[in-house]
């Protein structure tokens, strides 16, 4: 078994449902190790990350004390195991008759380290498996090109090359960030027109934002021949009068959003883009269009948009080299 050191690099938090992600940082390295966690025990690690003070002793604190209480001390924290995507970790503490592994969720064994300075550490098999690449400008996730092995450059196919174990679920990790980013984007909409919860409509508005760039998102909006405007004032009169024609599977997304997301993430797989597999509008697109329930899917078969006609498209732009 071999341990990487690690830090605590930040605590991601999206402004709808206020779903956070804690990110470590291989010390010394380049790999990030990206843990959902409740937004409770991301706080309890904020706030001593931040130097907050509080007036009584918080749950981590407590714990700390009874440690220190009973003659103990923090050796170090470890994320040692993952299991069907979910983190396990280890609590190691010193004892009079050496040491003991307490078995815990990889939260509350940071929250712990952080108020004790006690040093992180990951199983090199869990960076393996999970760990990813970000962007130093940006801070989006990024893939390794050499790995990925690019898109294939012939025009007969589009498939991406064969992915072990190890690296579907680095991508899975990756395009959980990217459609996050994407969510935050939608929830800013969201919050400007006074919605209960997310819908295909909010996230066109989304895509909207980024069709004003350039690049290929601009340039297929121009191939579509979207007047941009039109299409922001009818999503913005959907929303508004017929929010509830989307039903709702769970708080904060509507069913036809979730199932577009999904839809969105499988063909970024099916289509890989560029030099790395990630979710890009382009592919947000072809799952909103995929969900004809949805408020997206309805304006956009208005102005004669469907699927079919954007994956040619998207297509037809990749053989040019829009993409490259």
């Not at 592994?101 to 098999?125: F, H, K, N, Q, T």
Request: charged share 25%; proline share 5%; aromatic share 6%.
């Amino acid at each position: 078994m071999a341990y990487i050191p690690m830090v605590v690099d930040s605590i991601r938090i999206s402004p709808l449902n206020q779903q956070r992600v804690l990110i470590l940082k291989e010390a010394g390295g380049e790999r990030y190790l990206p843990i959902w966690v409740g937004p409770a025990e991301a706080d309890a690690i904020a706030i001593k990350m931040q130097g907050v003070s509080v007036p009584r002793p918080l749950t981590h604190d407590f714990l700390c004390i009874i440690i220190d209480t009973l003659g103990a001390t923090v050796s170090h924290a470890i994320c040692s195991e993952l299991k069907n995507d979910t983190h396990y970790a280890k609590l190691v503490l010193n004892v009079k008759d050496g040491q003991i592994e307490i078995d815990c969720r990889p939260s509350d064994a940071l929250a712990v380290a952080v108020r004790v300075g006690a040093p992180i550490y990951a199983e090199e098999v869990v960076l393996d498996k999970a760990g990813i690449f970000l962007d130093g400008e940006t801070g989006k996730p990024v893939s390794e090109q050499k790995e990925t092995g690019g898109v294939p450059k012939d025009e007969t196919s589009l498939l991406p090359p064969k992915l072990t174990k190890d690296r579907s679920r680095q991508i899975l990790w990756t395009q959980r960030l990217q459609i996050q980013e994407y969510i935050d984007m939608a929830a800013e909409e969201a919050k400007r027109l006074k919605s209960g919860y997310l819908t295909t409509g909010h996230f066109l508005l989304s895509l909207e934002k980024l069709w004003k760039n350039r690049g290929p998102t601009a340039a297929l909006s121009e191939f579509l021949n979207l007047d941009m405007r039109k299409l922001k004032r009818r999503i913005e009169d959907s929303i508004r009068q017929g929010e509830e024609l989307e039903s709702v599977l769970r708080p904060g997304f509507s069913t036809a959003l979730d199932l577009a997301i999904n839809r969105a993430s499988h063909e970024s797989l099916l289509c890989p883009l560029g030099s790395e597999v990630s979710v890009r509008p382009e592919h947000i697109l072809l799952g909103l269009l995929s969900e004809e329930t949805g408020i997206a899917a309805h304006l956009l078969n208005e102005l004669g948009i469907d699927v079919e006609k954007v994956l040619r498209l998207v297509i037809t732009m990749y053989r040019l080299g829009f993409y490259r």
